[in-house]
């Protein structure tokens, strides 16, 4: 049919890298700050081979739930996806079950969290087929991704266990039609633990790591390209 996604990715790569390599060398009136940075960017996806993830998201988009896709925009919302978990009230260990209704989808990202708190929670169970498990937040089970690219539907079901700590849980999707075209942080309603335990509370120190790590690396490659 065509090439496989690695194939494309890679291609994609190249063809970015050349592109902006010639821009840069024709001194296009284009801003060459931008170029500079643009450049920058591309040559660390290349070089980190972060682009392509045909087989599931990486540990890496656990916090922010964002595909790394290259420079791909998130679709805007509303999602034409609604998570739905079975129920509204959970009992510590009780299993629920989660589908996402919508469009045929690829890609997804699930994970339950208890308020603005980007820690993945509980533990997911034996994964529907075309998915497996992504460690998130030192958790095995902490969140389900796709394990291909095959088709998930709504026929697709999740099925989670609460942990012993939280109260409130929100289900939160990333949710791929195809690879250019996703939705980031669908959430599904509330669902409030029967008993009345206390909240787990931490902090998202964790958000400003990857911004703070890629700037000084995008600079860095950006002076390594400009000496070349
Ligand atoms: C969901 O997808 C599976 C696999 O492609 C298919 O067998 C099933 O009929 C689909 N279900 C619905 C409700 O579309
Ligand atoms: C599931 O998807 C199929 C096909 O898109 C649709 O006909 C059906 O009504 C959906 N079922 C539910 C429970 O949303």
């Excluded at 009136?29 to 643009?38: L, N, R, T």
């Excluded at 656990?62 to 959970?90: E, K, L, W």
């Excluded at 669902?191 to 998202?204: A, F, I, K, P, R």
Aim: aromatic fraction near 8%; proline fraction near 7%; charged fraction near 10%.
């Amino acid at each position: 049919m065509r090439l496989s996604k690695v194939d494309c990715e890679i291609w994609e790569c190249v063809c970015k890298l050349v592109c902006c390599i010639v821009r840069l060398h024709m001194s296009w009136p284009v801003s060459g700050i931008m170029d500079a940075v643009f450049c920058g960017i591309v040559i660390l996806q290349v070089f980190t081979s972060v682009l392509c993830f045909p087989n599931g998201a990486p540990a890496s988009a656990c916090v922010d739930m964002i595909p790394r896709h290259g420079a791909v925009q998130p679709q805007p919302n509303p999602a034409p996806y609604t998570i739905h978990p079975s129920s509204t009230a959970f009992q510590t260990g009780n299993p629920i079950t989660v589908v996402i209704k919508g469009p045929d989808y690829r890609g997804v990202l699930l994970e339950a969290r208890s308020g603005s708190d980007s820690k993945a929670l509980g533990s997911w169970q034996t994964p529907p087929d075309n998915t497996k498990f992504l460690e998130c937040s030192g958790n095995q089970q902490g969140a389900i991704t796709h394990a291909n690219t095959n088709i998930k539907n709504n026929s697709t079901v999740y099925t989670w266990i609460p942990p012993a700590t939280a109260k409130n849980i929100v289900f939160v999707a990333t949710v791929a039609q195809q690879r250019t075209v996703f939705w980031v942080q669908v959430m599904s309603s509330t669902s409030t633990e029967g008993g009345g335990t206390s909240l787990d509370v931490h902090n998202s120190a964790e958000r400003t790591v990857t911004p703070v790590l890629i700037i000084p690396l995008v600079l860095l490659a950006n002076v390594q390209f400009l000496l070349a």
